[in-house]
């Protein structure tokens, strides 16, 4: 699959590399390609990925991942260009700059939110819910971490699901896009619990099935 990756940073690297391993193409969009921050990366992608502007990036996939800081995001999500038709994954949280709590409560979402910019995409929610450091290796003491992922459109929330296997996830779909309303707070959770409630980053959000 053609995946375009907004975002070089933590989230968007460690998926950039579960993907690559999988043999998907791998589209990098970032504002400058040709910089040396991202050699160490380039060299482990290897030819699975391009480095190029995310309106490239965007124009050679058919899912889009937005990896950005959710400051950022807007800006992000005009360079990319005609989106029509296209999976854009929203992996952001809408996270106050002192990191207390989350800019979207309750009546709405990022997730709906990047669906309002581009309409006519077919926007998931999904990887908000854990650290990096997890989607490097979403297994813990032998239990694959779970997923959660929503979104309005049923085929699309198919070929997010199979990604999110990729990485190495158990997928949960969790519904329509205003599901996001729920995701992003479980997401502000883990990053309580990670720096506020001393747990430290190495943990995740699993399910227990009774049968």
């Known amino acids: 699959m053609d995946i375009a990756i907004i975002g070089a940073g933590n989230v968007g690297a460690a998926l950039a590399k579960g993907w690559a391993k999988k043999g998907h193409n791998l589209y990098i969009g970032v504002r400058h390609p040709d910089d040396a921050k991202y050699a160490a990366l380039k060299s482990q992608l290897g030819a699975q990925a391009k480095f190029v502007t995310p309106a490239e990036a965007a124009k050679a996939a058919s899912v889009i991942l937005l990896a950005t800081p959710w ?21 952001t949280n809408p996270l106050k700059p002192d990191l207390s709590g989350l800019t979207h409560n309750g ?13 006519d ?21 032998g239990y694959k971490a779970m997923m959660y992922f929503c ?37 502000m959770l883990w990053i309580k619990s990670a720096y506020a409630f001393g747990m430290g ?3 995740a959000f699993g399910l227990l099935k009774a049968s």
């Open 71 to 91: 400051g950022q995001t807007e800006q992000a999500v005009k360079s990319l260009g005609p989106v029509s038709g296209k999976i854009i994954i929203d992996a």
């Open 107 to 119: 009546d709405t979402s990022a997730a709906e939110t990047i669906q309002s910019w581009v309409p």
């Open 121 to 141: 995409a077919k926007v998931i929610k999904a990887f908000n819910t854990v650290g990096a450091n997890i989607m490097e290796k979403p297994e813990v003491r």
């Open 151 to 187: 979104g309005n459109d049923s085929q699309a929330r198919q070929t997010v699901k199979k990604l999110i296997s990729d990485i190495g996830f158990e997928p949960v779909e969790a519904g329509d896009l205003k599901e996001a309303r729920l995701l992003e707070p479980l997401a």
């Open 201 to 203: 980053r190495d943990f």
